[in-house]
């Protein structure tokens, strides 16, 4: 179960950096900059994008994280995208119970933003994000919480900041 929840956490922690830089600014405002917030949610264990919610000074936006290859992700906004380049910080903090099969898993991570497209062009900003997970294993065929299997349930959050500007 760990092995799994460790590539979540790492999946997750990649996500929420992405999502930290969704805080750019929409291109129907002036040049701005700011402290930028995102929160970003997921109740799937196995998908490789999750919804995300942007506020800041310069803009309030919904879009999408899609995960990427390596530590690159991809945030998607109507008007545009911009890059999310993202590095785990620390050690984070693993805990599962091997009764009950509930885990929890806290990580911090640093990002970058570039890359933008569309209203995006021209994006640039860093900050940090913090992913937090619960979650329920499935258990094997024996009743035993399984390390292989899918997880039952999971709820992953994203709480990004960091100041991002726009041209």
């Known amino acids: 179960m760990f092995k799994t929840i460790a590539a979540i956490a790492g999946a997750a922690a990649v996500a929420a950096a992405v999502g ?13 900059s700011g402290t930028e917030h995102l929160q970003l949610m ?15 000074p310069a803009f309030t936006a919904a879009g999408t994280d899609h995960e990427g290859s390596g530590n690159v992700d991809t945030v998607t906004f109507a008007n545009g995208t911009f890059k999310i380049t993202h590095k785990l910080s620390g050690r ?11 885990y929890v898993v806290t990580q911090n991570a640093t990002y970058k933003l ?15 994000a913090k992913l937090s997970i619960l ?6 065929s024996k009743g ?21 500007s726009l041209p």
Do not use: D, E, W
Not at 92 to 102: A, D, I, K, L, R
């Open 114 to 128: 570039s890359g933008g497209t569309g209203a995006y062009k021209g994006i640039s900003g860093s900050g940090t």
């Open 144 to 164: 035993k919480c399984s390390q292989t299997k899918a997880p039952v349930a999971q709820h992953q959050l994203i709480n990004a900041s960091g100041p991002a």
């Open 42 to 56: 997921s109740t799937s264990a196995t998908s490789s994008s999750s919804s995300l919610i942007a506020y800041g």
């Open 92 to 102: 984070g903090t693993q805990h599962f119970n091997p009764v009950t099969c509930q």
């Open 20 to 32: 930290g830089s969704a805080l750019a600014m929409a291109s129907s405002h002036p040049a701005a």
């Open 135 to 140: 979650g329920i294993g499935a258990r094997n």
